[in-house]
T-cell receptor
Framework: GQQLNQSPQSMFIQEGEDVSMNCTSS?????WLWYKQDPGEGPVLLIA?????ELTSNGRLTAQFGITRKDSFLNISASIPSDVGIYFC??????????????FGEGTQLTVNP | SQTIHQWPATLVQPVGSPLSLECTVE??????LYWYRQAAGRGLQLLFY??????ISSEVPQNLSASRPQDRQFILSSKKLLLSDSGFYLC?????????FGEGSWLTVV
């Protein structure tokens, strides 16, 4: 089956630093999604990418859909303490009438030191 | 945009007791609906998905079942809980290319 490798698994940074994380896959996807999860809550969608090569920003966040459709990265610029949480990438491949199946990365735990 | 409501938020149940977690969707019709389980704050495992009323697909063999009695309602159930059923359960829904999550339900089986 499809697998997503997300790295790094964890990051410890100082406030103000930039952050970069990425996901790679053995298979292609039609959509890449990036989520952030705060402790004890459900993941919240940050950025959705629908087209190979697409570069999308949401405030201090920037994400790109790789040209090969097998990878994506998320950058956070000028990190702040509230950026702390787990970031998940997810690849989606629409499969006929069987629904949009998501494959998740294992997550990147981000810690920001003030 | 769609909103996913999920309850209860936390639940403590004895081994062997039944379970019912409920999820409803607002803001869209005919969504695809999903139940995920998350272990230790990492790794989301797809348990069930549904593309319509009464249509349920199971991803992994387990002690749980799912039902979709209405278009925007998805229920996760068990007749007899096991200790290993403890975890964080997430309902999700999609209409189009984007999937949104509920706030999750913490289940502790004691």
């Amino acid at each position: 089956g499809q697998q997503l490798n997300q790295s790094p698994q964890s990051m410890f940074i100082q406030e103000g630093e930039d952050v970069s994380m990425n996901c790679t896959s053995s298979s292609i996807f039609n959509t890449w999604l990036w989520y952030k999860q705060d402790p004890g809550e459900g993941p919240v969608l940050l950025i959705a990418l629908y087209k190979a090569g697409e570069l999308t920003s949401n405030g201090r966040l920037t994400a790109q859909f790789g040209i090969t459709r097998k990878d994506s990265f998320l950058n956070i610029s000028a990190s702040i303490p509230s950026d702390v949480g787990i970031y998940f990438c997810a690849g989606q491949l629409q499969v006929g009438t069987s629904g949009s199946r998501l494959t998740f990365g294992e997550g990147t735990q981000l810690t920001v030191n003030p | 945009s769609q909103t996913i409501h999920q309850w209860p938020a936390t639940l403590v149940q004895p081994v062997g007791s039944p379970l019912s977690l409920e999820c409803t969707v607002e803001g869209t019709s005919n969504p695809n609906l999903y139940w995920y389980r998350q272990a230790a704050g990492r790794g989301l495992q797809l348990l069930f998905y549904s593309v319509g009323i009464g249509q349920i697909s199971s991803e992994v063999p387990q002690n749980l079942s799912a039902s979709r009695p209405q278009d925007r309602q998805f229920i996760l159930s068990s007749k007899k809980l096991l200790l290993s059923d403890s975890g964080f359960y997430l309902c999700a829904g999609s209409a189009g290319n984007t999937i949104y999550f509920g706030e999750g339900s913490w289940l502790t089986v004691v």
